[in-house]
Structure formats: C-alpha cells, structure tokens
C-alpha cells in the first residue's frame, strides 16, 4: 500500500518551548506536551493513566480512547500502519458511538487479521498533533473530569489527523458493517 503523506509535516511548531517560572517543564519531541515532575516522559504519564483505568472504579469506560489518543501522537515507535488502526479505531468511537471501554475493542481479530493489518496503509503522523495531550489529562480531580478530558483530547487528535479523516471514516464504516 502506498505510504500517504501529511501535508503538515515539516512545519515549525510553535510555543512549546515557553518556560514558565517556577515549574518545571520539557516538552515532548512527539506531541508537545509540556512534561512536569513527577513525570519524566509522556509514557510515564501514559502509563500513570493506564493503572487508573485498571485500578479505579469508572475509568475503564474510556480506556481505548487513551490508548488511541497517545498512540496517535507518539508514532516514532510503530508501525505508520497503526496509525491507520487508531485513527479508524478513533474515528469508530467518535462517529460511531463504537465503545471506548476496556475490553470491548474487537481489534482486527479473526483469521485474516495479519491480511488484514497488512492491508492498512500507512498514514503518515501530522508534525502538529494539536494542543490538548495526555499532559493535560493526568490531572483529572476525578472520573467524570477525566471523561470530559478524554473527549477533549480525543477531539483535538481528530482534529490534528484532518488529512487522514477521509481514509478513517470509509474504515470505520466498512467495520462497522456500513
Ligand atoms: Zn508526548
């Protein structure tokens, strides 16, 4: 499959690089996130979120939502065809009301999965992943702020893979049977 360029690749992004007294801050090469202590990296933040979703009440509920949102932005370190599972997976849940829960994704699971993977083209990630990251999503005071930030931020990453909706809305149609 031919490999689909982002027109946005290149651009200089802009205000990232701010330091604000008295706070510790290194942004992500990635997605921009502004990373403050405790954390060292936005995978630690990540990962932070992760044991939430598996260890409090509520969280789960909008765990694939997570998973896609930071995938999405951190594309250095797989495959550009998971960018395309992500984002169709994005897409299902945003367009489609496809479950964002622990649990209830379905993947590309069956016996052609690995036709199917290989199928995917290969999406080539935007350099401006947009301004809401999972920085700004740790800090929820509890589950019904955390669900109001993901969809935030699932929006924005929708948002900063514009070029690619097209491809994500004929996958996530055919997925989801129409
Ligand atoms: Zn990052």
Redo the contacts with the bound molecule.
């Keep these: 499959m031919p490999r689909i360029p982002s027109p946005f690749r290149g651009r200089v992004r802009e205000g990232v690089n701010r330091k604000r007294e008295g706070v510790l801050i290194e942004p992500?090469h990635?997605?921009?996130?502004e990373i403050r202590d405790p954390y060292k990296?936005?995978k630690e933040i990540f990962e932070a979120i992760l044991v939430k979703d598996y260890s409090e009440l509520g969280y789960a509920a909008v765990h694939q939502l997570v998973v896609d949102c930071y995938v999405l932005?951190?594309p250095v370190g797989h495959s550009p065809r998971s960018n395309a599972y992500h984002i169709m997976n994005l897409c299902g849940i945003l367009e489609h009301g496809r479950n964002p829960g622990a649990g209830t994704n379905d993947g590309i699971k069956g016996t052609d999965q690995e036709a199917k993977y290989r199928a995917f083209p290969e999406l080539e990630a935007p350099e401006d992943q947009g301004p809401v990251?999972?920085?700004d999503v740790v800090g929820a005071n509890d589950l019904e702020e955390h669900k109001t930030l993901m969809q935030k931020w699932a929006k924005s990453v929708w948002e900063a893979w514009a070029f690619h909706q097209d491809w994500a809305r004929q996958a996530a149609r055919e997925r989801e049977g129409g």
């Excluded at 990635?30 to 996130?33: I, M, S, V």
């Design positions: 992500c990635e997605c921009g996130a990296t936005c932005q951190h990251t999972v920085a």
